[in-house]
């Protein structure tokens, strides 16, 4: 029972930020996924030799996974 008991304590002690995130429509699951990306990239990367190469690569990356969205004319 003491993991229950930890559980209880840690969700009076958050009890505001918990019930916030229930109740908001709101994520950072977006942000928390571009981190991961950008975490992959610099890590299967090995370092790029310019600062510029890397950020491009990131923008590619994100190019390729989230292509720009076409308008629908009628």
Known sequence: ????GT???SFKKYRKQALNAVESP???GYLEGNIGRIKKIKNTAFGFRKWENFVNRIKIQRQWLHPARQTVTV
Do not use: E, L
């Not at 029972?1 to 229950?4: D, F």
């Open 26 to 28: 709101y994520s950072n």
């Open 1 to 4: 029972m003491k993991q229950m």
């Open 7 to 9: 559980t209880i304590k």
